[in-house]
């Protein structure tokens, strides 16, 4: 299927690995000149490499406005314009802590690269994406945006951030920049695992089925879709906990 995103520019962010590089190597296969931005410049560079020209590798720590700014100045001087933004940037933080034992560092460490990091990106990136003609962002969100699990406070908080983020910018860009939040269960990214340690006993997203999902957002295909929140979970938000 033909998305519509030849020569498009997609900058993606946490892009050396799992979601990131899986949307980076989507784009590319679809035509699109994918911008990756990582905190890793040596794992970044090799994501990039692996993809081959028009691939352009940025070291970005996103939580720092003049490295963010410094990125998107390197992608315009390179591309002459930005038409997608994906922010795939996230950590977990402390997982399996209960908030009384969350200590402030964490916790700022936690929404400093899962909701200020994705405020930069897209506030540097905005007026290329207004000139665009076709621009769009794709705010990569969670299903613990919307459930919860315990010792997961920090995380479910920022992920809710993010999504009414996207919301609230879609309507401040209505009509030029479409901007939606893409809220996937638990998919088998190196994060995953070191948190959680293993799969069993429930069902697991692959990056590239959730790269699939931010492509088609992004792309015209979803030319009506705006200030939306898609969860990918499987179903398990949709079921009542009335026993059947």
Known sequence: ?????????????????????????????????????????????????????????????????????????????????IDVVVTCAGISGPVGEPLESVGLADWQAVFAVNVLGAFLTLKHALPALRASGRGAAVVLASDSALVAAPGMVPYCASKAAVVQLARALSVETAGAVRVNALCPSVVDTPMSRADLGGFDGFPVHRPEDIAAHVLFLASPLAAGISGASLTADFGYSARSAFPA
């Open 1 to 81: 299927m033909n998305l519509g995103l030849d020569d498009a520019v997609v900058l993606v962010t946490g892009a050396a690995s799992g979601i990131g590089a899986a949307v980076a190597a989507a784009v590319a296969e679809h035509g699109g000149r994918p911008v990756l931005l990582d905190r890793d410049g040596p794992a970044v560079e090799r994501t990039a490499e692996k993809l081959g020209p028009p691939a352009l590798a940025i070291r970005t720590d996103v939580t720092d406005e003049e490295s963010v700014r410094s990125a998107v100045g390197t992608a315009l001087d390179r591309f002459g314009g």
